[in-house]
């Protein structure tokens, strides 16, 4: 009899320690790899089982699920919103390759005002955000430059 209640306690302990619970956590823009290949700019779901070995938190992944984004058929640059603004507004592209991008801010006479994209970036759809607080009130236009791809679109700041 005392064996069996020194097993079913030692079976408590057990049970009590080692407890774990399924979890699941979404993961994007970042990059997996097996040792052979990566993969990036993807969504991604990590399942798997979280252990709460004494203060922290250990996260056991079982499975990597690609959700997969599409990626843009072709190059686009989208009107700013909101558009009139004051003095915050975004500005959104899609990218179709490995590219050096380019989004500059002209005013209407064609002066450079501001570069708000100077890098080589994947493709995918970006976001950018003007805040034009030092800039005055009128008529600007926002260029994008990728490859071979340009495209003009005009934005009004009001004040």
Known sequence: MKKLNIFLLLLTFIFIFQQKSYAQYNVTRSVFSNGVSSSSNNNYVLKGMVGNPLNSVIFFP????NEGITLPAEYKLYKNYPNPFNPVSNIEYDITENQNVKLEIYDISGRLIETLVNQTQEPGRYKVTWDAS???AGVYLYRITAGQ???VKKCILLK
């Open 62 to 65: 079982t499975e990597i699920i």
């Open 134 to 136: 030092g800039h005055a």
């Open 149 to 151: 791809f340009t495209d």
